[in-house]
């Protein structure tokens, strides 16, 4: 789908070398001082673990067993929201930023992949990608929502317009569950390369034997209440996340030879401001500009990191009021002359 590949043919306002040359000090500088950060407690680790695994077992039990369908409804949402909390640390350990060869975490987590629909082979591949390629203006999305310039869109076929317009749309979001996870996760791989992603078929195998399961053995309205929705709710709260971490007013992109690990941390991931409730149930991921600073940072020691740091602390802020989710939705295009993100409407396209 080339629509969803971003060129590099374009007029993007370029930094000087000599801009560029003064910056990589000071970069460097930083990424050494994050490292005295990255390094884990195994008893704060297995705490987080253990006690989000109990917090999900208490909700799913709700929404396994309450008598009233209010109850059961509120236990789903619960479940769902404390799954994006299971996969802060289901991801920090694929950045082996915790629980570093533990067999133990291995199994369980491992397992959590293979029922949110997160095989891990999938996983690492696209989002190490991420990592080493966040706001780069060029290849493909690998990992990422599809970047397309103004002119490149305009250049594009109908058809490839059409393409770039729903990958973009936010029902990609609201429908993360099928969009990103089921389809993007697990079938996309398995039509691409079966035999390197193998475990995308164990993974839809789990998740779906689970439902068939509680349907067989339970009721329809179990098997929904248990594993569907809260899969559901826990899918576009991570795909929601994950697009406003790097798509917002003032983020930036940039050309392969003007790209900075560091710059891209500091000026194309955001901070989501949110309460500590809401901090607790994703796992602190609203630092992002951190984490991109430095993925071996676990979860739990990011806050410290944004406070010990000071180049950290003056990040692009964002946060769930409405206003702020439309702006950031509105958002479709890189404008290369004004060197932003644009809409549609604002791109005349």
Known sequence: MSALLMETDTDVETFSVSEVEA?????????????????????????????TLAALAIAASVAFAADALWLRLLGSLLTGLTLVRVFIVYHDYQHQAMLKDSRLARAILTLYGFVMLTPPSVWKRSHDHHHRNNSKLFGASIGSFPIMTTDNYKAASP??????????????????????????????????????????????????GLIASLV?????????????????????????????????????????????????????????????????????????????LNAKIPFYRLPEAMAGLELLQSPTRVTLKLADIAAC???????TRLDRFVSFAEARV
């Not at 389809?183 to 789990?206: K, Q």
């Not at 569907?228 to 992109?253: D, E, M, R």
């Not at 607790?280 to 984490?291: A, C, D, E």
């Open 23 to 51: 910056t990589k000090d000071v970069d460097r500088q930083l990424l050494i001082d994050s490292r005295r950060f990255a390094s884990e407690s195994r008893v704060a680790s297995w705490w987080h673990l253990w006690s």
């Open 159 to 208: 058809r490839q317009q059409l393409e770039y317009r729903i990958a973009r749309s936010p029902m990609i979001i609201v429908f993360g569950y099928l969009t990103v996870f089921m389809f993007g996760m697990c079938v996309r791989p398995l039509l691409m390369d079966a035999r390197r992603h193998w475990d995308a078929v164990v993974s839809l195998a789990i998740h779906f």
């Open 216 to 292: 067989v053995w339970c009721d329809l309205p179990t098997a929904i209440l248990t594993i569907v929705l809260p899969t559901w709710v826990a899918s576009a709260a991570g795909a929601y996340l994950f697009y406003i971490q790097h798509n917002f007013p003032g983020a930036k992109i940039r050309r392969c030879e003007e790209w900075s690990y560091t710059k891209a941390a500091l000026k194309s991931s955001s901070f989501l401001e949110l309460g500590p409730v809401l901090q607790w149930l994703t796992g602190n991921i609203g630092y992002h500009h951190v984490h991109h």
């Open 329 to 335: 939705l509105r958002l479709k295009l890189w404008d």
